[in-house]
């Protein structure tokens, strides 16, 4: 499924639109398609009388749920989870039918730490836990290209626009205190 365009406002531009890594894909692939061989194989080697048909049966249902529930089931969530960084949040959705959406402001982020194992390093992946205040996090696992996403985030954090609040607190001078001058900048 593609990501819906309306839920970004009109002054919100797209840095990344990512899903995760094909890598994840694999296996649930090689699920699928062992449970078709062996629905194959099952088919060709089963005797064609009642008893083969009844056996058949069995075998196509033991297969048709590990071939939907492994296979078929792991590759659609990965097609409809999204990774989306504008130039103002960071938006997760995932879910098929009931979705569930995320959105962190890149304002309101104050670390991401970036893991990989050696499978990931030689793929290029990795998982990205971000913080942001607030005790909320969020986790992107199998991130594609992970280590230029973590730069552009950085690098996107940057420019991200300071919250209302701050830029209020930075505006107003905090008074002296008593018997203290304020120290004049120096060029």
Request: with cysteine; charged share 20%.
């Amino acid at each position: 499924m593609a990501f819906p365009d309306e839920v970004l406002t009109d002054e919100e531009e797209v840095v990344f639109h990512l899903h995760p890594h094909g890598k994840t894909a694999i296996r649930p692939a090689l699920v699928s398609l062992l449970a078709l061989a062996t629905l194959i194989l099952a088919w060709v080697m089963l005797p064609q009388n009642g008893g083969g048909f009844l056996a058949f049966g069995a075998v196509a249902l033991i297969m048709g749920y590990y071939g939907i529930r492994y296979g078929v089931a792991p590759l659609i969530v990965w097609r409809c989870t999204h990774y989306v960084v504008t130039d103002e949040r960071i938006l997760l959705q995932d879910g098929v039918f009931a979705r569930e959406r995320r959105d962190l402001p890149l304002n309101r982020i104050n670390d991401h730490l970036l893991s990989q194992s050696v499978l990931d390093r030689l793929f290029g992946t990795g998982t990205l836990t971000i913080d942001s205040i607030g005790e909320q996090s969020a986790v992107l696992t199998a991130l594609p290209h992970a280590h230029q996403f973590q730069t552009a985030l950085y690098e996107l954090i940057e420019r991200a626009p300071a919250d209302e609040e701050d830029e209020e607190e930075e505006e107003a001078p905090a008074p002296p205190a008593s018997g203290w001058r304020r120290a004049r900048p120096r060029h």
